[in-house]
């Protein structure tokens, strides 16, 4: 038996409407974003086909945003997640492993050669026969060209080369692909999307498909989507890979959760990259 | 040297002589508060940025005694004037002793 | 429980010493404003102070501050265990003496910004940020 989710809600709207008056300032849903005066990005859009029949329009996580953590990420200065996009951009440019080549050796420059990729991942690798994530492709990168040794999958080296290689993809519509081999995974990722877990018995859902737009506690409920991943978050000061906020988010369902890099959440990064399909990639983000 | 510290300044490249001029700058650095405790219960000792200056051709701009109420990834944004062609230096004082610093130059459109 | 006298007083004097809490930390702070201005008088006006009316996430919060003619400016969160935040020095190159950072906030509490005159004056402004505890802080 579990706690009535609407009820549970509407409790916390009700404190959250307590608490924060009349809730002025909390987030400017019209907002248009524009990076650094030349990037428009996409934030809210006609939902992808396969969503039809549950939502109209998509949002991005951006949206929910108050004025000021929308603020930091118009312009790359005020948005602190580039610090970690040149720490990455150091290590791209330096030779790792027994065969002593860096990732500048064969891609150049990641401005020129990694646009696009964000935009495509998690993909379907025919060669390996297995779906990859953007950080699988990495560690791939790393064992089979460079002989170096694989990342952890959501180490800060990781989720700074993954924002390294996003920023080339910013302003081009997520267009991740699930037919194909790929389409039982993303079934799996599906399944795991609508799944109750937890003492609190809550699937994603139930959270950012039925209450996107509503307050829980005082935090403005987004849709869930990926377009901005890794963020960089108020909260810990650091980039934050999907994987991560996965696990953070079936915590607080009170459940053991799945581990970043697992086959569970590379699915539901499939499934949840496709509902994205159409908004913007805006990586490295900000967010509370 | 903690580890992984990495300064951003952003400063125009050119001004006229005796313009106002906006410079951000931002450091990756835990600043850790020293109010924190670790899992066994004993207090993190402070580590901060704990001074942060401005000069240009060797004239104060700008010097902040910096607290650990200072956020991770300390942030400045400040005006300062460029009388003539020359080069800001940008210093970050941490506990431990070390000193980052970073330049930049400007040249008289 | 059996409710005695002495309990009942000493349940009180807990309650009290709880709710002078905040009392006390605004103690720390005045003590703080003290030291900078050497205890002199403080005015008011001349100073701008901008901060959200509400902070998303308590850990960065962006505080400005800008006092034309000012000598230097010192901030402080009235809330925080220690309350000195910034006190910036303004050199003769600096274009205003103003100064735009991100701050760490306890919880909702007054903020504090006091400049110091170039005729050796003083002047403060206040701000109150509500601080927000999240939903799913992650």
């Given at each position: 038996?579990?706690?009535?989710l609407?009820?549970t809600l509407?409790l916390?709207?009700a404190?959250a409407?307590l608490t924060?008056?009349?809730g002025?300032?909390?987030?400017?849903?019209?907002?248009?974003?524009?990076?650094?005066?030349?990037i428009?990005?996409v934030?809210?859009?006609?939902?992808?086909?396969h969503?039809?029949?549950?939502?109209d329009?998509?949002?991005?996580?951006?949206?929910f945003r108050?004025?000021e953590?929308?603020?930091?990420?118009?312009?790359?200065?005020d948005?602190?997640g580039?610090?970690f996009?040149?720490?990455?951009?150091?290590a791209?440019n330096a030779?790792?492993?027994?065969a002593g080549?860096?990732?500048?050796?064969?891609?150049?420059?990641?401005?020129d050669?990694?646009?696009?990729?964000?935009?495509v991942?998690?993909?379907?690798?025919?060669?390996?026969g297995?779906?990859?994530?953007?950080?699988m492709?990495i560690?791939?990168?790393?064992?089979?060209?460079m002989?170096a040794?694989?990342w952890?999958?959501d180490g800060s080296?990781m989720v700074?080369?993954?924002?390294?290689?996003?920023?080339p993809?910013?302003?081009?519509?997520?267009?991740?692909?699930?037919d194909g081999p790929?389409?039982?995974?993303?079934?799996?990722?599906?399944?795991?999307?609508?799944?109750?877990?937890?003492q609190?018995?809550?699937?994603?859902?139930?959270?950012h498909e039925?209450?996107?737009g509503?307050?829980?506690?005082?935090d403005h409920?987004s849709?869930g989507?990926?377009?901005?991943?890794p963020?960089y978050?108020?909260k810990?000061a650091k980039?934050?890979s999907?994987?991560a906020r996965?696990?953070?988010?079936?915590?607080?369902?009170?459940?053991?959760?799945?581990?970043?890099?697992?086959?569970e959440?590379v699915a539901l990064?499939?499934?949840v990259?496709?509902?994205g399909?159409?908004?913007?990639?805006?990586?490295?983000?900000?967010?509370n | 040297?903690a580890?992984g510290?990495k300064p951003?300044?952003k400063?125009?490249?050119?001004?006229?002589?005796?313009?106002?001029?906006?410079?951000k700058?931002?450091?990756s650095?835990k600043?850790?508060?020293?109010?924190?405790?670790?899992?066994?219960g004993?207090l993190?000792?402070?580590?901060?940025?704990?001074?942060?200056?401005?000069?240009f051709?060797?004239?104060e701009v700008?010097?902040v005694?910096?607290?650990?109420?200072?956020s991770t990834?300390p942030y400045?944004?400040?005006?300062?004037?460029?009388?003539?062609?020359?080069?800001?230096?940008?210093?970050?004082?941490d506990?431990?002793?070390?000193?980052y610093?970073?330049?930049?130059?400007?040249?008289?459109? | 429980?059996?409710m005695?006298?002495r309990?009942?007083?000493?349940?009180?004097?807990?309650?009290?010493a709880?709710?002078?809490?905040p009392l006390?930390a605004?103690a720390?702070?005045?003590d703080?404003?003290?030291t900078?201005?050497?205890?002199?008088?403080?005015?008011?006006?001349?100073l701008?102070?901008?901060?959200p009316?509400?902070?998303?996430?308590?850990?960065t919060?962006?505080?400005?501050v800008?006092?034309?003619g000012?000598?230097?400016i010192?901030?402080?969160?009235t809330g925080?265990p220690?309350?000195?935040v910034?006190t910036?020095k303004?050199?003769p190159?600096a274009?205003?003496?103003?100064?735009?950072?991100?701050?760490?906030l306890?919880?909702?509490q007054?903020v504090?910004?006091?400049?110091q005159?170039?005729?050796?004056?003083?002047?403060r402004?206040?701000?109150?940020?509500?601080?927000t505890?999240?939903?799913?802080g992650?």
């Amino acid at each position: 038996m579990g706690i009535s989710l609407r009820g549970t809600l509407g409790l916390a709207s009700a404190v959250a409407a307590l608490t924060l008056g009349t809730g002025t300032a909390i987030a400017d849903e019209e907002a248009e974003l524009v990076v650094n005066e030349e990037i428009e990005m996409v934030v809210r859009a006609e939902a992808p086909d396969h969503l039809a029949d549950t939502l109209d329009t998509i949002y991005s996580g951006w949206v929910f945003r108050s004025d000021e953590t929308q603020a930091l990420q118009a312009d790359d200065f005020d948005n602190p997640g580039f610090v970690f996009v040149d720490v990455a951009m150091d290590a791209w440019n330096a030779a790792d492993g027994a065969a002593g080549k860096s990732c500048a050796d064969c891609h150049n420059d990641p401005m020129d050669s990694m646009v696009g990729v964000r935009a495509v991942y998690p993909k379907w690798n025919d060669e390996a026969g297995e779906l990859r994530t953007l950080e699988m492709q990495i560690n791939a990168c790393r064992t089979g060209q460079m002989e170096a040794e694989e990342w952890k999958y959501d180490g800060s080296d990781m989720v700074n080369m993954t924002a390294l290689i996003s920023v080339p993809s910013r302003g081009l519509p997520v267009n991740v692909a699930y037919d194909g081999p790929a389409q039982e995974y993303w079934e799996m990722g599906k399944e795991l999307y609508y799944t109750r877990t937890g003492q609190l018995e809550l699937a994603c859902a139930n959270c950012h498909e039925d209450h996107y737009g509503d307050m829980i506690r005082a935090d403005h409920l987004s849709q869930g989507q990926i377009n901005g991943f890794p963020v960089y978050r108020l909260k810990n000061a650091k980039l934050n890979s999907a994987h991560a906020r996965f696990k953070g988010c079936i915590r607080d369902t009170r459940a053991h959760t799945y581990k970043p890099g697992s086959a569970e959440f590379v699915a539901l990064e499939l499934y949840v990259a496709t509902r994205g399909n159409g908004l913007s990639v805006e990586a490295p983000s900000v967010r509370n | 040297m903690a580890k992984g510290v990495k300064p951003r300044v952003k400063v125009p490249k050119t001004a006229a002589a005796g313009e106002a001029i906006t410079i951000k700058t931002l450091i990756s650095h835990k600043m850790e508060s020293g109010q924190r405790k670790d899992s066994d219960g004993n207090l993190i000792p402070r580590s901060i940025i704990n001074r942060f200056t401005t000069s240009f051709n060797g004239q104060e701009v700008l010097d902040v005694v910096v607290e650990p109420a200072v956020s991770t990834n300390p942030y400045f944004e400040f005006e300062a004037l460029v009388p003539e062609a020359g080069e800001f230096t940008f210093t970050w004082y941490d506990d431990d002793g070390s000193v980052y610093e970073a330049k930049k130059a400007v040249a008289i459109a | 429980m059996n409710m005695t006298r002495r309990t009942a007083l000493a349940l009180g004097a807990g309650a009290l010493a709880v709710t002078l809490l905040p009392l006390s930390a605004h103690a720390a702070a005045d003590d703080a404003i003290a030291t900078f201005t050497g205890g002199a008088e403080i005015g008011e006006g001349g100073l701008t102070l901008t901060t959200p009316e509400i902070a998303e996430n308590g850990n960065t919060v962006p505080v400005s501050v800008d006092a034309p003619g000012a000598v230097a400016i010192a901030v402080f969160a009235t809330g925080n265990p220690t309350p000195e935040v910034i006190t910036a020095k303004f050199g003769p190159l600096a274009a205003a003496q103003s100064v735009a950072t991100r701050i760490r906030l306890a919880g909702t509490q007054d903020v504090v910004a006091v400049a110091q005159m170039a005729d050796g004056s003083f002047v403060r402004a206040a701000n109150t940020v509500k601080v927000t505890i999240g939903g799913c802080g992650g």
